[in-house]
C-alpha cells in the first residue's frame, strides 16, 4: 500500500467527497498517488515540503533560489570567507536579498526549505489533485478489469491531463518564469 502522508489531500477528503467504497480504499490510494505525481510532474517540482540546497553568487544584492515556495531559510553560508552568514537578509518569493553589500560576488550556499504541508497546500492546486484523481479513476475503471496491483498504477501516470486542471497548473508554472 502507498504511504497515506505522502499524500497532500488526505485520501478521507477524497472518500467523502467522491463517496469512495471503503473495501476499494487501496486501489483509491494509489490513485490519489499517481494523480499526485502527475501534478508534480507537470509542474516540474515536488509539492511536498521538502529541503533544499542553493549555490549562488551574490548580485545586485540577492540571489535567486530554484525550488518555488520557499518557506524557511535554514542555513546560509559564505563560501567566498568559508563562515555562516548572520546577516540580514529578506526572503521575497524566490528572491533573497542580502543588506550587507560586502557581501556582492561572494558564492553562497543557501539552505532552505520548499513546498507545501497539508495545511498550506493552496486549494486551487488541491482541486486540481481531485480533478485528475476522479480523470484517472474513471480511466481505471475503463482500463483495468479487476483489481488495481501497485504495479499497474503507473499506466495511468500517462493519460492526458484534464483541461481543468491545466489550465491551473499553467498558472503556476507562469510563475516559476
Known amino acids: 500500500m502507498t504511504g497515506e502522508e505522502n499524500l497532500m489531500v488526505d485520501y478521507e ?25 502527475s501534478v508534480e510532474n507537470y509542474l516540474d517540482r ?8 542553493c549555490i549562488q553568487k551574490i548580485q545586485d544584492r540577492r540571489i535567486i533560489l530554484e525550488e518555488l515556495n520557499p518557506v524557511e531559510l535554514v542555513r546560509i553560508l559564505d563560501l567566498s570567507a568559508r563562515q555562516s552568514v ?17 557581501l556582492e560576488n561572494h558564492e553562497i550556499l543557501a539552505r532552505y526549505t520548499a513546498g507545501f504541508t497539508k495545511e498550506t497546500l493552496p486549494q486551487d492546486l488541491a482541486e486540481c489533485i481531485m480533478n485528475v484523481f476522479m480523470h484517472k479513476s474513471e480511466c481505471a475503471r475503463k482500463r483495468i478489469k479487476g483489481g488495481l496491483e ?3 498504477y503507473k499506466i495511468l501516470n500517462g493519460l492526458e491531463m484534464p483541461e481543468e486542471a491545466r489550465q491551473i497548473l499553467e498558472a503556476y508554472r507562469r510563475k516559476t518564469l
Request: net charge negative; with cysteine.
Open 13 to 37: 477528503r477524497a472518500r467523502d467527497f467522491f463517496n469512495l467504497d471503503e473495501c476499494e480504499k487501496e486501489r483509491d490510494l494509489l490513485i490519489l498517488q499517481s494523480a499526485q505525481e
Open 46 to 53: 515536488k509539492l511536498c515540503i521538502a529541503e533544499y540546497i
Open 86 to 102: 548572520n546577516t540580514d537578509c529578506h526572503l521575497d518569493g524566490r528572491k533573497l536579498y542580502f543588506f550587507d553589500g560586502r
Open 150 to 152: 501497485i504495479k499497474d
